[in-house]
């Protein structure tokens, strides 16, 4: 009953001043509306990424060449510049907990036929490619199994490039020029769409082999492992480093990036940028903040008799207190459940114009939003509301 | 009634409402803060890049091996079927005499070792001609000869040197890159990090050796400086053209040094207006508190006003006392917020010397206008409610 009473007091104190408290609800608005639209996006965005990347799966250790470090160890074993090669690769695939190893090589080439041509990606890689990378074939079948070190003049196009090379027309079993050599398609991958902005369709596959002297090199830009589960991954790559350093010579000249770790990175990444982006937005909510202490204080002095009397007739300070603070933290509440709406029907709306920008609203900044306003009430309607309750009911009354 | 009485009128209402005054104009300072901290932030990072880039020399254009449709990643993966090599980059500087020099570049990691200290470090192969190209600093000894293009000689980084040699003086000692013996010749002055590269970290061979060293046949980069910036763009196409013409088919990729920054400093100027608009949604929350205040201003004033009115003033000279009162809040707002704004920045470049933090002469006017447009804005609708009192009404009304 007293909380119905004090709602009901605020409530009255609110509507008796319609435009004022209207336009002070509307800095909160403001304020929660932006947020809430800019963290909308983060979120967004976020998922985005996350889901480009785990389209490749999360199983997946990739090791590249070279690591700047210093080292520094006495009597460290000297050693070439050792590349990543496929010996490597092939010894890795020894270690109990990996599934598969994929080596890559890629470049760019121009692949020809009919008198089209198009430049585009070519990644030199093994049969277990698509299993690695979580791709499918549409039409036709992958690269041979096999060893690695030999291949055959086979390749599998991205379905872009066959679009743009054969139109409507069968590829199978047809012949095209990548770099000057013959190749025989076998195969057609499924649409896997754009990964950051870059078409991954738009891209050929050769066996590793013929793509090293296709580029000219004997060494990998990468090797992929597939393993069978996360839980194990760090005992995994501290034994792929262990092989990887006795192989190199003692120097570790490579850097292993596990797809959990990476992932990780750029979750964080993405969280903090948001949260920076949505601070800056929150700038107004602190303005609004100061909007609702100067209202308030401005209503305490407006209504000092009307305070002096309720005091006269024996309301304690600590009711006085409750009386206008929750004045504020229903101007204020207001305010954010309204700018909630705002700002989610932005989002909503935004997400419905551009369907390319990803859009998503969590539901816990939904309830942050509404704390945050209800705290910016209480916060900016304490030094107002303890000016009321401290208010000496004789001179107060005598004020008017 | 004089226009200082006016004033003074105006003045007394800022005086006597002390707090209030004092709050409104937070509010304006606030916005204003952050809306220059933020583009001072985005005018570092622009004259940061701006800077980088600067350092790499004038006048560049960059060739890269390979060409593809999806040209936003050519720069990264730089194997193409058909080499780029040292014989090109001769070419260029025999065939067009808009190049001034040229400087190719073979890239690798490796590890470098003295007297069983080892450091893996990045390696460029390259010719004299990279010290004027790139406006390298020699801190003692020389840079590699001119004309030498395979020798056992090395120029190194002053970090490198420091971590190898200690204090002892590096000139003529050896050491082994890659496994091979080079006599150092020189070491560069500092010269800090460049476009994320530690040059000071840095070992220079010459060109030849160095893609031996890799095993590549196929430079990663060639630079050439242009005599003047006028012939950037013809000069650009005759590379591509004599290039196209070498390899039997247009096959690489060819940048100007302009072209790349401005693609950096547009991306930089859309982020440093998003940023800055974002904090400046909490302005207009600053403006709807001003008006706020004005209004309870107003309505306290009523029976001023009449008596205003039915001495004679008018109502454009009500209009105008309202206008300056809430122009005087929100620009003195917007002083103590750019003060405060600048304030941060200095501060944030005491802390990181490196980063250039300063607000663009454009932020900082725009910041003012603003602040004074959002005063004279949002007072509008009180001073004209103001305005339009009746003096017998006005006059009549008790004061609640």
């Known amino acids: 009953v007293i909380l119905e009473d004090v709602l009901r007091h605020a409530w009255r104190a609110i509507a008796g001043n319609r435009q004022r408290s209207l336009l002070t609800m509307l800095g909160i608005l403001i304020g929660i509306a932006s947020v809430i639209l800019l963290t909308s996006l983060g979120e967004g965005t976020r998922l985005y990424v996350l889901n480009e990347f785990t389209q490749f799966g999360?199983?997946?250790?990739?090791?590249?060449?070279?690591?700047?470090?210093?080292?520094?160890?006495?009597?460290?074993?000297?050693?070439?510049?050792?590349?990543?090669?496929?010996?490597?690769?092939?010894?890795?695939?020894?270690?109990?907990?990996?599934?598969?190893?994929?080596?890559?090589?890629?470049?760019?080439?121009?692949?020809?036929?009919?008198?089209?041509?198009?430049?585009?990606?070519?990644?030199?890689?093994?049969?277990?490619?698509?299993?690695?990378?979580?791709?499918?074939?549409?039409?036709?079948?992958?690269?041979?199994?096999?060893?690695p070190r030999t291949g055959s003049p086979l390749t599998v196009l991205g379905p872009t490039l066959k679009r743009e090379l054969f139109g409507d027309r069968n590829a199978l079993g047809e012949h095209v020029r990548i770099a000057g050599e013959?190749?025989?398609?076998?195969?057609?991958?499924?649409?896997k769409g754009q990964f950051l902005g870059l078409d991954i369709d738009d891209a050929a596959y050769v066996p590793v082999a013929l793509g090293q002297p296709m580029f000219n090199r004997d060494d990998l830009q990468e090797v992929d492992l597939l393993i069978s589960s996360t839980a194990n991954v760090d005992s995994l790559t501290a034994r792929t480093k262990r092989i990887l350093i006795q192989r190199h010579h003692g120097d570790e000249d490579f850097t292993i990036t596990t797809q959990t770790e990476m992932l990780a990175t750029l979750d964080r990444v993405i969280r903090v940028v948001s949260l920076a982006v949505a601070g800056i937005g929150g700038i107004s909510l602190l303005v609004g903040a100061i909007g609702i202490l100067t209202m308030m204080w401005i209503a305490v002095n407006e209504r000092t008799a009307e305070i002096g009397l309720a005091k006269a007739l024996g309301a304690t300070p600590g009711q006085i207190l409750v009386l206008y603070l929750s004045e504020a933290a229903l101007l204020s509440l207001s305010g954010g459940i309204l700018g909630l709406a705002a700002g989610m029907g932005a989002a909503w709306l935004?997400?419905?114009?551009?369907?390319?920008?990803?859009?998503?609203?969590?539901?816990?900044?939904?309830?942050?939003?509404?704390?945050?306003?209800?705290?910016?009430?209480?916060?900016?309607?304490?030094?107002?509301?303890?000016?009321?309750?401290?208010?000496?009911?004789?001179?107060?009354?005598?004020?008017e | 009634m004089s226009d200082v009485d006016l004033i003074r009128f105006a003045a007394g209402s800022l005086r006597g409402h002390r707090l209030r005054s004092w709050l409104s104009l937070t509010g304006v300072a606030i916005g204003v803060a952050s809306v220059i901290l933020l583009t001072s932030l985005g005018e570092g990072a622009r004259l940061y890049v701006t800077g980088e880039f600067s350092s790499l020399g004038t006048n560049l254009i960059i060739v890269i091996p390979g060409k593809t449709e999806t040209l936003g990643a050519t720069p990264f993966v730089s194997t193409a079927p058909r080499d780029l090599t040292v014989a090109d980059a001769d070419a260029l500087q025999r065939e067009i005499p808009a190049i001034r020099k040229v400087a190719p570049i073979a890239l690798g990691t490796g590890p470098i070792e003295y007297q069983g200290r080892e450091r893996e470090s990045v390696v460029v192969g390259t010719t004299h001609e990279m010290m004027e190209v790139r406006k390298f600093d020699l801190g003692v000894g020389r840079f590699i000869p001119e004309g030498v293009r395979d020798a056992p000689v090395c120029v190194l980084g002053r970090k490198l040197v420091s971590e190898l040699f200690g204090h002892r003086n590096p000139l003529g000692e050896m050491v082994r890159i890659g496994g091979a013996n080079f006599r150092v010749i020189g070491v560069l002055a500092p010269r800090g990090t460049s476009l994320g590269m530690d040059m000071d970290q840095v070992a220079e061979i010459p060109v030849e050796t160095g893609l031996r060293l890799f095993n590549r046949s196929s430079l990663f980069r060639i630079l050439a400086e242009v005599r003047s910036p006028m012939e950037m763009e013809a000069a650009k196409k005759r590379v591509v053209a004599v290039l196209a013409e070498r390899h039997g088919e247009e096959d690489v990729t060819a940048l100007t040094q302009d072209a790349v920054l401005a693609t950096f400093q547009k991306i930089l100027a859309v982020l440093t207006l998003a940023l800055g608009g974002i904090a400046a949604i909490s302005l207009t929350v600053a403006g709807i508190g001003i008006m706020n205040v004005m209004l309870v201003s107003v309505s306290e004033r009523t029976r001023e006003i009449g008596l205003l009115k039915a001495v004679g003033v008018t109502r454009g000279q009500i209009l105008g006392i309202f206008l300056v009162e809430a122009a005087v809040l929100s620009s003195g707002g917007g002083l103590a917020g750019l003060a405060a704004g600048i304030g941060a920045g200095r501060l944030l470049t005491h802390f990181v010397p490196d980063f250039p933090v300063q607000p663009p002469v454009w932020a900082v006017v725009a910041a003012l206008t603003v602040s004074i447009a959002v005063g004279i804005l949002f007072g509008l609708l009180p001073a004209r409610r103001a305005a339009r009192l009746d003096p017998v009404a006005a006059l009549m009304r008790q004061r609640a």
């Open chain 1, 58 to 147: 999360t199983n997946l250790v990739a090791i590249n060449p070279g690591k700047t470090e210093t080292t520094g160890m006495p009597g460290a074993m000297g050693g070439t510049v050792h590349p990543l090669t496929l010996a490597d690769a092939e010894t890795l695939r020894r270690i109990p907990g990996v599934e598969t190893v994929v080596p890559v090589v890629m470049g760019a080439a121009p692949v020809e036929t009919g008198g089209r041509t198009r430049n585009v990606f070519i990644y030199g890689v093994t049969h277990d490619a698509p299993r690695a990378w979580r791709f499918g074939v549409r039409v036709g079948r992958f690269l041979p199994e096999g060893d």
């Open chain 1, 350 to 399: 935004l997400g419905l114009l551009v369907p390319a920008l990803p859009v998503k609203t969590p539901i816990v900044y939904v309830i942050l939003a509404l704390v945050v306003s209800l705290g910016v009430g209480l916060a900016s309607g304490l030094l107002p509301a303890r000016r009321a309750a401290r208010l000496d009911p004789v001179e107060a009354l005598a004020s």
């Open chain 1, 182 to 191: 013959r190749f025989t398609v076998i195969g057609v991958m499924e649409p």
